[in-house]
């Protein structure tokens, strides 16, 4: 599995986008967003239980990264016909502000080594990227256990400090190096 510190593998990959007439697919890569920050995460299937809870959450948290001047990318195994049927028929998802990435060859994933080992789907991990490409944080979950949004958003604003932050740290605490700039 790729990790902290790692490069964003080269891919290219159909998405579906949204979910008006003719405007429907658009292909992505890992230049699309060349810039910004990425927030990168996978789920198993479609049409499943727990993954339109977190993609759904995402979707609620969109404005708080892009606040942070963050893409937020969605990302399974499914196709864009199969993403595009399940946002047309699952009301928390008809207007996702972010793509759906249809990783149908299992390259992305493959690439970044986050196919589950017995089920051949992703599995629950959700990448940090820099805007230079670089990875700054990974964390997977097995199948059965949704992520917490929220703290993928805190992680972010931990990052976009460029300082120490400590265990908890929330956006508007006083950092660990500003602490040691007024003790020194």
Known sequence: ML?????????????????????????????????????????????????PTEIAEFGKKNKDFNDRDAQVLGLS????????????????????????????????CNALGILHKQEGVALRATFIIDPEGIIRHVSVND??????????????????????CPCNWQKGEETLTSKLAKAG
């Open 3 to 51: 990790t902290v510190g790692d490069k964003l593998p080269n891919f290219s990959v159909k998405a579906t986008v949204s979910l008006e007439k003719g405007k429907e697919f658009a292909t992505i890569n890992q230049d699309t967003y060349k810039g910004k920050w990425i927030i990168l995460f996978a789920w198993p299937k479609d049409f499943t239980f727990i993954c």
């Open 77 to 108: 195994t499914d196709s864009e016909f199969v993403h595009h049927a399940w946002r047309t028929h699952h009301a928390d998802l008809k207007n996702l502000p972010f793509p759906m990435l249809a990783d149908l060859k299992h390259e992305l």
């Open 143 to 164: 199948l059965s256990v949704g992520r917490n949004v929220s703290e993928v958003v805190r992680t972010l604003d931990a990052f976009q400090t460029d300082e120490l």
